[in-house]
Nanobody
Framework: QVQLLESGGGLVQPGGSLRLSCATS????????MAWYRQAPGKEREFVAA???????TYLDSVQGRFTISRDNAKNTVFLQMNSLKPEDTAVYYC?????????WGQGTQVTVSS
């Protein structure tokens, strides 16, 4: 069964850090470029960061220098280290293939940045 399971979200103060994890199952994910996306209340889902199977990365301009995407191919897991968090980073965060097929979306993990 193909599955994506996000975890690691929570409530954090501005300036704080969180590390998100995405456990993947199914061989389709092992060689695919993977990405994190987010959806804030009242807004459309947007791309945040992507990593290829060999570790090349790309980022949304507003998170460049604060977020780091990585993957552990042996453990079929994708990570998003988020530092210097801002209230505008508040959203549900999802991982998926890049570009994302509709059938693969998981439940996401909520990140709330608030004092």
């Amino acid at each position: 069964q193909v599955q994506l399971l996000e975890s690691g979200g929570g409530l954090v103060q501005p300036g704080g850090s969180l590390r998100l994890s995405c456990a993947t199952s199914g061989s389709i994910f092992r060689a695919a470029p993977m990405a994190w996306y987010r959806q804030a209340p009242g807004k459309e889902r947007e791309f945040v960061a992507a990593v290829t199977s060999i570790g090349s990365t790309t980022y949304l301009d507003s998170v460049q220098g604060r977020f780091t995407i990585s993957r552990d191919n042996a453990k079929n897991t994708v990570f998003l280290q988020m530092n210097s968090l801002k209230p505008e980073d508040t959203a549900v965060y999802y991982c998926n293939i890049f570009p994302p097929p509709e059938w693969a979306w998981g439940q996401g993990t909520q990140v709330t940045v608030s004092s």
